[in-house]
């Protein structure tokens, strides 16, 4: 009896030393779990990110945008320096009214926004003979001179680079607009002047490989948090502007035909940033819009909560309020996994060890059992 009673003894500690194994072992693997799906959550390679994510090519991404439709103004001689109040309240379509400096124009607005987060025109927007425009009716509702509406650009997705990308050769968002019907500048059947505003969040990676490039005919700038990194303002024809952030987040810039340069703007890792980028259609003649999005971790809401139809996924960014950015920490697309997720999984992967862990000594009591009764 006695040498039944210490094998018992022997076998319950043996047991207790399996199941003290299997818990540590469940511990460790619980660790191990959160520690790699985590590494996995903050991965530096957007495509990657975006693919465990369940983004597929075949989904558009959508960007909220708000345009302005403009109103051709009377048109006065600009070098009649007796017109000094018409010129203030300047027209808005040049290329028909004697402004003939078609090219690209830097120095328009000023290097940062104002608190609206609007561009702020150099000079007041006073019409000269060179030069001068209104901003705050570009990018406002101005009482029979323009109107607003919302919209969406549809961007495709590339998954190598993780490339988002627009592009229009003939970009004609209004025509379907009926603020300006009968302006004489629509004479083609085309809603020209017009003008358009929209962000894009990203949280900064300093890869060396985020790059935003646009392409446009007319006024375009862009701006990097609240500070202009390309501009390309003016009437011209299309031209392109392509922004680099470097691995020391220094963003270097250039308009076609320029090498990359030191723009004074600066990204720190890690960090929420986001694009502002303006636009306007001041020829009544052509009117293209292009931009891609390069190596850039964009803040994406839920590819499946806000996947409704041909509108794709949603970029995560709310026009009420724009300081508003979703960062990495908020992005379920860029997140494989919320923390949520983390702690399930790793959980449901700690209960199997535990799991295991009881059944191998389970088998061993068996085991025991089995000797004792021999």
């Given at each position: 009896m006695k040498q039944k009673k210490n094998k018992k003894t022997m076998f319950g500690g043996?047991?207790?030393?399996?199941?003290?194994?299997?818990?540590?072992?469940?511990?460790?693997?619980?660790?191990?779990?959160?520690?790699?799906?985590s590494e996995k959550a903050i991965s530096k390679t957007p495509d990657a990110i975006l693919a465990s994510a369940g983004v597929s090519e075949e989904k558009l991404v959508s960007v909220p945008v708000i345009y302005y439709d403009q109103k051709a103004d009377p048109c006065v001689n600009i070098y009649d320096t007796g017109l000094t109040n018409e010129l203030?309240?300047?027209?808005?379509?040049?290329?028909?009214?004697?402004?003939?400096?078609?090219?690209?124009?830097?120095?328009?607005?000023?290097?940062?926004?104002?608190?609206?987060?609007?561009p702020v025109a150099t000079g007041d927007g006073v019409l000269t003979a060179n030069r001068g425009i209104d901003t705050k009716r570009w990018f406002n509702v101005v009482d029979e001179q323009s109107t607003s509406y919302a919209g969406t650009l549809k961007m495709k997705y590339q998954a190598a680079g993780a490339e988002f990308s627009f592009e229009a050769e003939d970009f004609y968002p209004l025509d379907a607009a009926e603020f300006s019907v009968g302006?004489?500048?629509?004479?083609?059947?085309?809603?020209?002047?017009?003008?358009?505003?929209?962000?894009?969040?990203?949280?900064?990676?300093?890869?060396?490989?985020?790059?935003?490039?646009?392409?446009?005919?007319?006024?375009?700038?862009v701006f990097v948090g609240n500070k202009l990194a390309i501009d390309m303002g003016g009437v011209h024809e299309a031209t392109t502007g392509r922004l680099v952030i470097h691995e020391n987040g220094e963003v270097y810039t250039g308009v076609e035909g320029e090498?990359?340069?030191?723009?004074?703007?600066?990204?720190?890792?890690?960090?929420?940033?986001?694009?502002?980028?303006?636009?306007?259609?001041?020829?009544?003649?052509?009117?293209?819009?292009?931009?891609?999005?390069?190596?850039?971790n964009l803040s994406v809401t839920d590819a499946k909560m806000a996947d409704n139809g041909d509108d794709g996924v949603q970029i995560a960014y709310d026009p009420s309020d724009?300081?508003?950015?979703?960062?990495?920490?908020?992005?379920?697309?860029?997140?494989?996994?919320?923390?949520?997720?983390?702690i399930v999984m790793a959980t449901v992967e700690g209960v199997m060890i535990v799991v295991i862990a009881v059944l191998v000594a389970s088998v061993a009591r068996f085991m025991v059992k089995q000797k004792v009764r021999k």
């Amino acid at each position: 009896m006695k040498q039944k009673k210490n094998k018992k003894t022997m076998f319950g500690g043996i047991a207790l030393g399996v199941l003290s194994l299997g818990a540590i072992l469940a511990i460790l693997g619980m660790s191990n779990t959160v520690s790699e799906i985590s590494e996995k959550a903050i991965s530096k390679t957007p495509d990657a990110i975006l693919a465990s994510a369940g983004v597929s090519e075949e989904k558009l991404v959508s960007v909220p945008v708000i345009y302005y439709d403009q109103k051709a103004d009377p048109c006065v001689n600009i070098y009649d320096t007796g017109l000094t109040n018409e010129l203030h309240k300047r027209q808005f379509e040049w290329t028909s009214c004697g402004y003939y400096n078609k090219g690209v124009e830097q120095g328009l607005v000023e290097y940062e926004l104002d608190k609206g987060y609007l561009p702020v025109a150099t000079g007041d927007g006073v019409l000269t003979a060179n030069r001068g425009i209104d901003t705050k009716r570009w990018f406002n509702v101005v009482d029979e001179q323009s109107t607003s509406y919302a919209g969406t650009l549809k961007m495709k997705y590339q998954a190598a680079g993780a490339e988002f990308s627009f592009e229009a050769e003939d970009f004609y968002p209004l025509d379907a607009a009926e603020f300006s019907v009968g302006d004489f500048t629509n004479k083609d059947g085309h809603n020209h002047l017009f003008t358009m505003s929209f962000a894009v969040p990203f949280t900064v990676l300093v890869s060396g490989d985020e790059s935003v490039e646009v392409t446009a005919d007319d006024d375009t700038f862009v701006f990097v948090g609240n500070k202009l990194a390309i501009d390309m303002g003016g009437v011209h024809e299309a031209t392109t502007g392509r922004l680099v952030i470097h691995e020391n987040g220094e963003v270097y810039t250039g308009v076609e035909g320029e090498d990359l340069a030191y723009s004074g703007v600066n990204v720190n890792k890690d960090e929420s940033s986001i694009v502002r980028i303006f636009h306007a259609d001041r020829d009544s003649e052509e009117s293209e819009f292009d931009v891609k999005f390069t190596g850039m971790n964009l803040s994406v809401t839920d590819a499946k909560m806000a996947d409704n139809g041909d509108d794709g996924v949603q970029i995560a960014y709310d026009p009420s309020d724009p300081t508003y950015v979703a960062p990495l920490g908020e992005s379920s697309v860029f997140r494989p996994d919320s923390t949520k997720g983390l702690i399930v999984m790793a959980t449901v992967e700690g209960v199997m060890i535990v799991v295991i862990a009881v059944l191998v000594a389970s088998v061993a009591r068996f085991m025991v059992k089995q000797k004792v009764r021999k």
